[in-house]
């Protein structure tokens, strides 16, 4: 990992002068590696990893660095150099350093794909020094971290493997030092080592390739990032409150950090708190409210309340600046200031959450939850097209309370009066209680206990013995394309329409998708289990090699799982229109098989931008 990092910082080299074309560009060698004659390009939309717990690992992945900068896209053409940042601005003005390197490369027509970063004080990217240096006419330490390309001369790369691509771009660059660098990668086949030796070394993580994947615009899973994430617990310094808020709520915190006998300002945490979270902060703090700042070397911030230092805030954090900032600073939690207090503990789990245990079914701990005014914001948008497919059923949750995010069992918190109760027989024996709402009142209500998902069963509350849907989830491993997704999608809907099913595709704002069969009669839930699983396993035995039924982990890399676990009695999915405890806040979509034709991404629709269709059959 040092060697790949020393390569890309030492080696930003200048491109090969416009006397001459390298090797790579050879009309030849690209129709070799069956690249395509093409037009010089417009602007092309970025391929963006998605975030991971965990790299990938295997002979089939390469492992790079993921550097912390401005994504951006080096367009030259005809001698003309444009750099777009990641949504397609024109920023050459602002990244004049890295255009003017560019301009060696007059000999070439050449779309390259990389990352803007500065190289802070300890040899590592560092974001804070990079604005810095952007706040300036010119700055000679910005680099660009050169790590795809494109097109050249004449031929889109896009469908060329990305290990040919990575072979010619290095070709296209130099060894001397300069402002442009190529990214090297790693092919090891333990990724998880490489992630750890990453994090060691203080990067940000790293990003993990498929290694004969095609270029393909929008999130993939063929590209994943794994981010190295720390967390303390710092002292409270300061606060901002929300502005008329009743009652009263802290914005954001401000956070410091002890040095010896000094306490310095350690920076600014602005996201991670639900409504009751901020609430409750505020009251915290209020009989630590000081009138001026308690840091050592104070800094201005006429927004700030200032408190003693006595209430510790815990901190997810991805890195330290040069500056001594928290990178990415995400509140999870209050503890109290002790000697413990402020030692680092390790990522939240059972033992470090303020959830009674016999209430997690299952801990999320990487989930990223929206706030509950956000989410009855969404709700109240939504909600006369989301109760045709959650009202008048059971609900499993997915709650977040405390900084923590669970499946939630057992005991019931305080449920509002909107929110109606049923007692059922559980399986195992014994009574217990299901939640279910009918109006925006009762989605309201879920909101205020901390639900953030709702997973229905395929039963209404009338008649919770009988399935009145199967439901299929198409759940691709590593490694299998979307399009393979959508082409085993519409092959199992040929196979449910001979046996007379109707059915529409639900998007699950993951990277799956689900296809629902309403039944034409309610089955018991035990025989639409057996049912499902038929099919499942028939349509399994077309293609062993690519599909799977078996829910075992290990069996599951390169193949789909045809999951139809789904049903059964109080087993659920995903409800249509639920949102997800993802980054970007994702939600289940009902699209129609058009949609899925024509290739509509599994993430397509978020709270934002939530699906606007009621009727799907």
């Avoid at 491109?15 to 395509?36: H, Y």
Wanted: hydrophobic share 35%; charged share 25%.
């Amino acid at each position: 990992m040092e060697a790949a990092l020393k390569g890309s910082a030492e080696n930003r080299s200048r491109i090969r002068g416009n006397n001459g074309r390298s090797p790579a560009s050879s009309a030849f060698q690209l129709a070799e590696i069956d690249a395509k004659k093409s037009a010089f390009p417009t602007f092309i939309e970025p391929c963006h990893p998605t975030l991971k717990r965990r790299p990938p690992g295997g002979p089939d992945w390469v492992h790079e660095i993921k550097f912390d900068g401005y994504r951006a896209q080096l367009h030259i053409n005809g001698g003309k150099i444009t750099i777009y940042t990641r949504t397609g601005l024109d920023w050459t003005k602002e990244f004049k350093s890295i255009a003017t390197a560019a301009e060696d490369l007059a000999g070439h027509d050449a779309v390259i794909d990389g990352e803007v970063t500065v190289f802070g004080k300890t040899g590592l990217p560092d974001f804070q020094a990079l604005r810095r240096e952007l706040a300036k006419r010119s700055s000679p330490h910005l680099t660009f971290q050169a790590f795809d390309l494109l097109y050249l001369d004449g031929y889109d790369l896009r469908r060329v493997p990305l290990i040919e691509r990575k072979r010619v771009l290095r070709e296209l660059l130099e060894d001397a030092a300069g402002t442009i660098a190529y990214v090297d990668h790693l092919e090891l086949d333990e990724g998880e080592a490489i992630y750890r030796h990453a994090c060691e070394m203080g990067l940000e993580g790293i990003v993990s390739k498929g290694k004969d994947s095609r270029y393909r615009s929008g999130r993939q899973e063929i590209w994943t990032k794994t981010k190295c994430t720390k967390r303390d617990a710092f002292p409270i310094v300061a606060f901002v409150e929300k502005l008329g808020a009743q009652p009263r709520r802290i914005a954001s915190l401000y956070l410091g950090r002890w040095e010896g006998d000094l306490l310095v300002y350690a920076g600014k945490a602005q996201t991670g708190y639900t409504l009751t979270a901020a609430r409750e902060v505020r009251e915290r703090l209020d009989p630590f409210i000081i009138g001026k700042s308690p840091l050592s070397h104070p800094i201005k911030k006429p927004k700030a309340t200032w408190v003693e230092p006595q209430v510790y805030a815990e901190i997810d954090y991805g890195g330290v600046t040069d500056d001594g900032l928290l990178r990415e600073p995400v509140f999870k939690g209050l503890r109290d200031a002790s000697p413990e207090a402020a030692q680092p503990r390790p990522t939240a789990g059972p033992a470090s959450v303020r959830v009674p245990r016999e209430n997690i079914l299952q801990l999320l701990p990487h989930a990223v939850a929206p706030s509950k005014e956000e989410l009855a914001n969404y709700w109240t948008r939504v909600a006369d097209r989301a109760l045709r497919f959650l009202g008048g059923r059971p609900l499993k949750l997915v709650r977040h309370i405390h900084g923590t995010t669970f499946y939630h069992k057992g005991p019931l918190p305080p449920i509002p009066p909107e929110v109606h109760q049923l007692r059922i027989q559980k399986r195992e024996g014994g009574e217990g209680v299901r939640l279910w709402i009918d109006d925006l009142a009762g989605l309201l209500g879920l909101v205020e206990i901390g639900a953030v998902e709702l997973h229905p069963w395929a039963a209404t509350v009338d008649d919770i013995e009988h399935a009145d849907t199967l439901i299929f989830d198409l759940d691709p491993g590593e490694g299998v394309s979307w399009e393979f997704v959508v082409a085993t999608a519409l092959r199992l809907r040929e196979l449910l329409e001979a046996e007379d099913f109707r059915t529409w595709p639900k998007l699950t704002g993951g990277k799956g998708v689900h296809i629902m069969a309403p039944l034409p009669a309610q089955m018991t839930h035990n025989v639409a289990h057996a049912y499902a699983k038929r099919l499942a396993q028939h349509f399994a035995g077309t293609d062993p090699d690519r599909y799977v039924t078996s829910a075992q982990l290990s069996h599951r890399p390169g193949k789909l799982f045809l999951d139809y676990l789904r049903n059964g009695r109080g087993t659920t999915a995903v409800g249509t229109y639920s949102p997800r405890a993802r980054s970007g806040f994702p939600v289940a979509a009902p699209v129609t098989w058009r949609d899925i034709e024509r290739g509509i991404r599994p993430d397509a629709f978020t709270m934002e931008r939530p699906p606007k269709r009621r009727n799907v059959l």
